[in-house]
């Protein structure tokens, strides 16, 4: 699948703005990720919104296939080149 969009789309500047939103709740979200299961080399940025958005199914969102993108998995997209901007850019387009 062509994420090009989602490349196109993310702006760093939103991404760095909604995590300091979500360190405002950093004790509740510290709590949630260690609550669950995450994989090593999923950024603490990335598990902070995830958390935030997605409460205590953070963890298992990332081994959703998501029809947004093919039925891919979020996992999988950290092996990609880009994939980290793709996850960032979908996890900003969740509704909180």
Do not use: H
């Not at 092996?79 to 969740?94: S, Y």
Request: proline residues 4%; charged residues 30%.
């Amino acid at each position: 699948m062509d994420y090009i969009i989602f490349i196109k789309e993310f702006k760093s500047e939103d991404w760095e703005n909604y995590v300091s939103i979500c360190n405002q709740d950093i004790e509740i979200i510290e709590e949630l990720i260690s609550s669950q299961e995450f994989e090593l080399k999923i950024p603490e940025d990335v598990k902070k919104v995830a958390c935030y958005k997605l409460k205590s199914q953070a963890s298992s969102w990332f081994y959703l296939e998501l029809p947004l993108i093919n039925g891919t998995r979020p996992i999988d997209l950290l092996d990609m080149n880009d994939g980290l901007i793709v996850i960032k850019e979908i996890l900003l387009r969740i509704p909180a």
